[in-house]
Nanobody, 124 residues
Framework: QVQLVESGGGSVQAGGSLRLSCTTS????????VGWFRQAPGKEREFVAI????????HYTDSVKGRFTISRDNGKNTVYLQMSSLKAEDTAVYYC?????????????????WGQGTQVTVSS
């Protein structure tokens, strides 16, 4: 079992950047597929990006393509979400999640392990 911890959220103006980090308080993250999800007030949790354990073949939801980059450093036991050109509609609580599925899962229900979330607020 892995316990996830997110950090790096905050408040920025539209057009700004933030980098979120996801690490573990116990266990190794290296063997897990890691996804980033977000949930805005009154909305369902939605998929943002996913990175396999190898770091190859990342996948993004269309609304963040070209603006967000997911990466991982298995030596540091950390997965990152670099967010640039932020928009007001990116405002949400961002969660990282982990599973060991051999396929790139975009449905939250496919992820058994979740962090507590970190708030990202983008002002226009």
């Amino acid at each position: 079992q892995v316990q996830l911890v997110e950090s790096g959220g905050g408040s920025v103006q539209a057009g700004g950047s933030l980098r979120l980090s996801c690490t573990t308080s116990g266990g190794s993250l290296a063997i897990y597929v890691v996804g980033w999800f977000r949930q805005a007030p009154g909305k369902e949790r939605e998929f943002v990006a996913i990175i396999p354990s190898t770091g190859v073949n990342t996948h993004y939801t269309d609304s963040v393509k070209g603006r967000f980059t997911i990466s991982r450093d298995n030596g540091k036991n950390t997965v990152y979400l670099q967010m640039s050109s932020l928009k007001a509609e990116d405002t949400a609580v961002y969660y990282c999640a982990a599973n060991r599925s051999p396929r790139p899962e975009t449905e939250p229900i496919r992820y058994p392990y979740w962090g507590q979330g970190t708030q990202v607020t983008v002002s226009s």
